[in-house]
C-alpha cells in the first residue's frame, strides 16, 4: 500500500544556510510519526515546506499518490492535510467556537453544520466550558488545544502537528498524549514534532530523527533511540526516556 | 531638449533628493527599531520649517543660525512624541499603530492651520540666496548648500552609527532587541535616541528648506509620501537605502517632469513605488 | 455538556435593553425629518448616514478583514464620476448610474488589489495612499470628465425620482440615505455570521492559520476590497445626486479616506455599530465646530478628531463600542 504522505528529498537553502538537505521519509496511513532533533535541525521548516508556506529549492511532497510540492498553503488545507503551529495562532478576536467552525466550513458550506461540528472537536479536547470565551482570552495550554480542536474539525486525513507539548504542565501533557492515542484510534495519521522524548517515544509508531537539516535516522523508536548518530546529537538525551 | 536643461534637472533632481534622503532616514531609522511606521512624519517636518520660519521673523535669525535650536527642539519633540505617544501605541494592534500616528498628523496640521492660517510663507532674505553658475547650468545657492549639509548629516550619521558605541547599540536592538537587552543595550533608550536623531535629522531638512522652500500647514503631506517611497525602496531600516533612494526619487522626479507633463511627475514616482513594492518587496537593500 | 451546548442558540441573544433601545432608535430614525423640521437638522442626518455608510465601507475591508485601505475615496470619487458622466452625457438615469458606479469600482478594487493586497500591512496602506493620491491627479487633469474644474449635474426639476434630485425638500434624500444604510449595515449583518465572514476575520485575525485552514488568502483579500468599494461607490453617487457638483480636489481627497478610518476606529472597528456611532460623533463634531468657531471650525474640529483618534488608539484601540460589548458580556455571565 503507497503512503499517505511520501516526502522526497526535500530541500531549502536560505542563502547560505541549509535549513533542509535532502529530507526523505514516508508516513503510512492510520501511523504516528514523530520528528525529532534538537533546535534549528529544521524540523519547523520542514513542516512549512510540506504545507506550502515556503518552497523547496529541489524534492517533492506526495500526498496520497498526489504531488502537493509548492502548492498553496490553502490548497493543501483543502486536500485534507492539517497542521498546527509551534508559535500559537488563534483567532484572537473570535469566540473560540468561532475559531473551530472556521476550521469546519473548510469543508461545509453550512452554519449550522459547522456549529455542530466544532462543539464536537471542542468536546474532544475538552475545552466546551471556554466555547463562548474569545480566544484572546485563553491561557497557553488552552490555546493548544484549541490550536488542536481547529485543525481537527476539518477532518483531516492527516495533520501535522508541530510542538504540541511545548510549554505546557505535566500534568496537562498526559493529558495532550492521550487526545492523540483517541485520534490515532479514530483514524487520522498524525506527524509530530517532539522536544519531550518520554512522549514522542511512547506514541510513535516511527521516528524521522534530524540534525543540522538532514536526516540520521528514521525507523521504529528502538531503532532510533539507539542509533550512533541520533545518540551522538543528542549525547544522551534519549537514555532519560526510559 | 538641449543637454544643459537635461544636466539642470539632473542635478537639481539630486540636490532635491538628498533632502528626501535625509527626511527618509528618520521613518527609516524608526521602522527598522521599533516597526512603526511614523504617519505623522510629514508633519514634524513642517514644524521644522515652521519653527526656523518663527525664528526668523520674530527673532532675526537666520535659518543657519537657528538651525541646531530647531534640531535639538525636534530632537526633544522626538523623545516627547516616544514617551508620551509611542510607547502606548507599540502596545496595540498595527491598526491602532497606523491610526494613531495619522491621527496625529492630522492633529497637528490641523493645528498649525489654525494657528498659523493656510498661508504660505517664506524667508525673504536668507544669508544664503543667489545662484551659483557652473558652466551653463544655474544652481541655486539655497540648494546647493542645502544638499551639502544633507550629504553632511548622512556622513555624521553613517559614522555614528557604524563607529561609535550607542551607534552599535542601535544597530543591535533594530536586529534583535530581546538579544541587545540581555546584552545590557536599553530597548527604552535605544527606541528614545532612534526617535531623537530621527527626528534630528528632519530639523536639519526642515531648517534648510526653509531658506528656499515655501512654508504652509499641509508642505509636510507630500514629502511625507515621497520619503514613504523612499524607505520603501531604499528597505525598510536601511540608512544606505534611504540615501540611494532619495536620491533615485529625486532624479525621477526631476526627469519625469522635465520629459513628460511636470504635474505627471508624482504618478511617476508612484509607479515607481509600486513597481519596487510588487517585484522586490524588500527593497534595495530591506532585511526581509 | 456537549449536548446543552449543541441545543444553545447559534448566536448569543443580546440582552433585552439592547433590543428595547434599538427599536426606538430606529422608530427615531424613521420620524427623524418630521421631529426635527429644520433644513439643516435634515443635512445634519443626511451627512452622519452618508459617512456611517462610508465608514462601514472602510469597516469590511480593514475592521473585518484586516486590510488598511487609506484610499477609499478612489472608489468614492468613482461612484461619483460614473452616474454623474452617464447622465450629464447620455441621460442615463442615475439609478442605472449607480449600478455602473458599483461594478466599476468593484473593478477597480480588482485593478489595485491584485498587485498590492499581497503586500504587508504598511505597504498596501501606503500604496493605497499614493494610487489615491494618483487617481486624483489623473481626474484633476482628465478633460473629459471636466479636469479640474469637474462637473455639475444637469438639474432636473421634473421627475425627481427618476432623475434622483429633489429641489423642494431635502427629505426624500434622507430617506434614500437610509434607505441606503440600511441596506448596507443589513449586508454586513449578515456578512459578519456567514462563511465568508468568518473567513474574512480569521484571515485578519491571522493569514497563515488561515490559510492552513483552506482559505485562499488572496482571493478572500480582493473579495473584501470589492465589497467594500462597491459600498463607497453608492455612498459616491449619492453624494453626487445630492451636492450636484463633483469637484475632484474634495471628491478624491485623503480627507475622506482618513475620515472614514476616523470613525470607525473611534466607534470600534470590526463591529457592526462601530462606524454608525463614530459618524454619529464625529459628523455632528465637525459641523457644530464650523458654526461655532466659523471659518475655523474646519480646522477645530480635525484637532480634536485627531486627538480623538490618537488617544483612543492609546488605550482603548478596540473602540467605544468594545467597552460597551464586555460591559454586556461581563453580566451576562457567558459561562
Known amino acids: 500500500m503507497s503512503p499517505l504522505l511520501d516526502v522526497q528529498g526535500l530541500t531549502k537553502r536560505f542563502g547560505g544556510l541549509t535549513a533542509n538537505a535532502n529530507i526523505a521519509f514516508d508516513v503510512n496511513e492510520g501511523e504516528i510519526v514523530g520528528i525529532i532533533g534538537p533546535n534549528g535541525a529544521g524540523k519547523s521548516t520542514l513542516f512549512d515546506l510540506i504545507t506550502g508556506f515556503q518552497s523547496p529549492n529541489a524534492g517533492r511532497a506526495l500526498l496520497d499518490g498526489r504531488d502537493i510540492t509548492g502548492l498553496r498553503p490553502d490548497r493543501i488545507g483543502r486536500l485534507g492535510l492539517a497542521r498546527t503551529f509551534q508559535k500559537l495562532k488563534p483567532f484572537v478576536d473570535l469566540t473560540v467556537t468561532e475559531n473551530v467552525m472556521v476550521g469546519a466550513l473548510a469543508h461545509t458550506p453550512v452554519l449550522k453544520t459547522a456549529r455542530e461540528q466544532a462543539l464536537e472537536s471542542l468536546a474532544f479536547v475538552d475545552l466546551l466550558d471556554k466555547r463562548n470565551h474569545f480566544a484572546r482570552e485563553l491561557s497557553t495550554g488552552q490555546r493548544k488545544r484549541l490550536e488542536l480542536a481547529r485543525a481537527l474539525a476539518m477532518s483531516p486525513r492527516l495533520i501535522l502537528m508541530d510542538e504540541v507539548t511545548g510549554g505546557v504542565d505535566q500534568r496537562s501533557v498526559a493529558g495532550l498524549v492521550a487526545l492523540v492515542r483517541e485520534l490515532k484510534q479514530r483514524g487520522v495519521t498524525i506527524v509530530m514534532i517532539e522536544h519531550n522524548m518520554q512522549v514522542i517515544m511512547r506514541l510513535a509508531d516511527r521516528i524521522l530523527a534530524l540534525h543540522a537539516g538532514r536526516r540520521i535516522a528514521f525507523g521504529a523508536p528502538d531503532e532510533v533511540r539507539s542509533d550512533a548518530a541520533v545518540v551522538d546529537a543528542y549525547l544522551g538525551t534519549i537514555d532519560h526516556a526510559a | 531638449m538641449s543637454r544643459e536643461l537635461i544636466l539642470q534637472a539632473i542635478i537639481s533632481g539630486l540636490l532635491m533628493g538628498l533632502i528626501y534622503a535625509l527626511v527618509a532616514v528618520g521613518l527609516t531609522l524608526i521602522f527598522g527599531l521599533m516597526e512603526i511606521v511614523n504617519f505623522a512624519h510629514g508633519e514634524f517636518l513642517m514644524l521644522a520649517m515652521f519653527m526656523a520660519f518663527w525664528f526668523w521673523a520674530l527673532a532675526g535669525l537666520d535659518p543657519l543660525v537657528s538651525l541646531p535650536f530647531v534640531v535639538v527642539l525636534l530632537a526633544v519633540a522626538g523623545i516627547l512624541a516616544h514617551f508620551g505617544i509611542i510607547r502606548r501605541l507599540l502596545k496595540a494592534p498595527m491598526l491602532a499603530q497606523v491610526c494613531g500616528t495619522f491621527g496625529l498628523g492630522v492633529a497637528l496640521r490641523a493645528a498649525a492651520q489654525f494657528l498659523w492660517t493656510p498661508d504660505f510663507r517664506t524667508v525673504t532674505n536668507p544669508a544664503i540666496a543667489g545662484r551659483v553658475q557652473i558652466g551653463s547650468i544655474f544652481i541655486g545657492q539655497p540648494q546647493l548648500i542645502t544638499g551639502g549639509v544633507c550629504l553632511l548629516s548622512f556622513a555624521a550619521l553613517w559614522w555614528f552609527v557604524t563607529r561609535t558605541e550607542t551607534g552599535l547599540g542601535l544597530q543591535a536592538t533594530a536586529q534583535d532587541r530581546q538579544a541587545a537587552a540581555v546584552m545590557g543595550i536599553p530597548t527604552e533608550r535605544m527606541f528614545a535616541l532612534g526617535w531623537a536623531i530621527g527626528m534630528g535629522c528632519v530639523g536639519i531638512a526642515g531648517t534648510m528648506l526653509s531658506t528656499f522652500y515655501y512654508i504652509f500647514p499641509d508642505v509636510g503631506t507630500n514629502f511625507a509620501l515621497l520619503a514613504f517611497v523612499a524607505v520603501a525602496l531604499g528597505g525598510f531600516g536601511s540608512i544606505a537605502g534611504s540615501l540611494l533612494a532619495g536620491l533615485l526619487i529625486g532624479l525621477v522626479e526631476s526627469l519625469g517632469g522635465l520629459l513628460l507633463d511636470p504635474s505627471y511627475k508624482t504618478l511617476i514616482v508612484f509607479a515607481l513605488y509600486l513597481a519596487v513594492v510588487i517585484f522586490r518587496p524588500q527593497g534595495l537593500f530591506g532585511r526581509f | ?335
Not at chain 3, 471659518?295 to 484601540?317: E, F, N, Q
Open chain 3, 1 to 335: 455538556m456537549l449536548k446543552s451546548a449543541l441545543a444553545e442558540n447559534l448566536w448569543p441573544r443580546p440582552p433585552l435593553w439592547v433590543g428595547a433601545f434599538g427599536a426606538a432608535a430606529l422608530a427615531l430614525l424613521l420620524a427623524y425629518p418630521f421631529i426635527f423640521t429644520t433644513p439643516f437638522a435634515h443635512h445634519l442626518m443626511i451627512l452622519i448616514l452618508l459617512y456611517a455608510l462610508m465608514a462601514q465601507s472602510w469597516n469590511v475591508v480593514a475592521g473585518f478583514s484586516g486590510q488598511i485601505s487609506l484610499g477609499q475615496a478612489i472608489f468614492f470619487g468613482i461612484g461619483a464620476y460614473s452616474s454623474t458622466v452617464l447622465f450629464a452625457k447620455y441621460g442615463i438615469t442615475p439609478w442605472a448610474g449607480l449600478m455602473v458606479g458599483m461594478l466599476l469600482s468593484a473593478l477597480a478594487a480588482v485593478a489595485i488589489g491584485v498587485p498590492t493586497l499581497r503586500l504587508r500591512g504598511h505597504y498596501f496602506a501606503i500604496a493605497t495612499l499614493l494610487i489615491g493620491s494618483s487617481v486624483q491627479i489623473v481626474f484633476q487633469r482628465w478633460d473629459w470628465v471636466g479636469a479640474a474644474s469637474g462637473l455639475y449635474v444637469p438639474i432636473e426639476r421634473a421627475s425627481p425620482w427618476f432623475y434622483l434630485q429633489f429641489h423642494t425638500s431635502k427629505v426624500p434624500y434622507y430617506y434614500l440615505a437610509l434607505g441606503a444604510v440600511a441596506a448596507g449595515y443589513f449586508a454586513v449583518w449578515k456578512l459578519r455570521r456567514s462563511r465568508l465572514g468568518f473567513r474574512l476575520q480569521a484571515m485578519r485575525d491571522d493569514p497563515d492559520a488561515a490559510a492552513s485552514l483552506g482559505i485562499a488568502i488572496a482571493r478572500h483579500k480582493v473579495l473584501a476590497f470589492m465589497i467594500s468599494a462597491a459600498m463607497m461607490s453608492v455612498a459616491g453617487t449619492f453624494y453626487a445626486q445630492y451636492v450636484l457638483v463633483l469637484d475632484p480636489e474634495r471628491l478624491f481627497s485623503a480627507e475622506i479616506s482618513i475620515i472614514v478610518l476616523l470613525m470607525t476606529v473611534l466607534g470600534g472597528s470590526g463591529t457592526l455599530w462601530g462606524p454608525a456611532l463614530g459618524a454619529a460623533i464625529l459628523v455632528p463634531l465637525s459641523e457644530y465646530s464650523r458654526i461655532w468657531f466659523g471659518g475655523t471650525g474646519r480646522t477645530i474640529d480635525l484637532i480634536l478628531y485627531g486627538i480623538l483618534i490618537l488617544l483612543v488608539c492609546m488605550w482603548r484601540p478596540s473602540g467605544i463600542l468594545s467597552l460597551l460589548e464586555e460591559r454586556i458580556r461581563r453580566r451576562a455571565e457567558i459561562p
